[in-house]
């Protein structure tokens, strides 16, 4: 409590000095009084009073720095002169306030987009355990899978909790004024449960909902709920039709949901068709897995790579030179943007860094102008760190 009385006192500074003020009054009046009594002359007891005390400027200081935080004081008094200063200089003043400005909003608005995208974590449940599946063939180490070898990846791994279909398409959606192109995706039954994601109104898909001859479900991003049904709840149950096929509103996924691979999709669907054996050649296909706990991407590779060997050998016509490829979600997303935001950020420390030095000039400057000051304040006592502050 007195450190903090103290503190308070800084900002009260006028008041103690009031208050020191009466008190060496009454001090100074009553050793008056006393050297009176003695005999003393008027002048003389007032002149002897005021040597016993002393210099009232110094006194009050010596007082001061017992009531007030005395380095607390000192940075108060600095901070206090160094706006009189900036309001007496408007012109340096704007000019070093401008320059940092624009280099720390710079910087700031770079550094946040390198964070969104680089340090902030994927917003979907366990992101380090999302990875993308692709195979590999001799001309690179991504490419599609076909459907069927996605159903045998799924059936056959030991290292994922599940692995789900997704796949892009053009959609034409039937509306009161004609038929326009948008964009969807279809996916397997489980792909928002593997993403860790729950619809807003509704529900997600349920297993069976990827099967061929199943009802035809649909899932709604918020925007086209919003742009296209203007948010009613009543759009659950409502029917859509799309390419030709009606297909049933089931749920309404989150406003923050995005997945880059979709880009601008507005409708997701249940993946539902039935492969035919010549299919297995038509490779355009992505999948999505979660590694099961304590299986790391190295293992998950091995298993996979051993998979897609297997299905080489069992179908050499569609999948002879074929292998896997194990991508982290993380990795898929951000892609080669990695050197690019990597140098972004480097570009924005340095941005910072000389708009820093460019106001360090401004000041060398000035300080010019407060030699003479500086060398008045070093021979008052001032010490070097006082003046450097």
Known sequence: ???????????????????????????????????????????????????????????????VNVDVAPFLASIWSDISYTCRQLVRNPGFALTAILVLALGICASTAIFAFVDAVLITPLPYKSPSRLVALFESTPLGPRFH????DYLDWKKLNHVFTSVEAFDQNTLALQTATGVQRTEGVTVGAGFFRLLGITPVLGRDFRPGDDTAGAPRTVILTYSAWEKRFGKQDEVLRRTVTLNGASNVIVG???????????????F?????????PEDRGEHGMLAFARLRDGVSLQIASADMTTIAQQLAKQYPDADEGRGATVVPLTELIVGSLRPTLLLLLSGAALLLLIACVNVSGLLLVRLQSRQRELAVRGAL?????????
């Open 1 to 63: 409590m007195p450190l903090l009385r103290r503190a308070l006192n800084l900002f009260s500074r006028s008041r103690v000095d009031r208050e020191i003020d009466v008190e060496l009054a009454s001090h100074i009046e009553m050793r008056m009084e006393d050297n009176l009594a003695a005999g003393m002359t008027p002048e003389d007891a007032r002149r002897d009073a005021l040597l016993r005390f002393g210099n009232p400027t110094a006194t009050k200081e010596r007082v």
């Open 145 to 148: 899978l076909s459907h069927l």
């Open 252 to 266: 309404v996924l989150p406003q923050w949901f995005q997945f880059a691979p979709a880009g601008a999709a507005e």
């Open 268 to 276: 997701w669907m249940p993946l539902q068709s039935s492969p035919k």
């Open 381 to 389: 006592g001032a010490s070097a760190a006082r003046l450097t502050r």
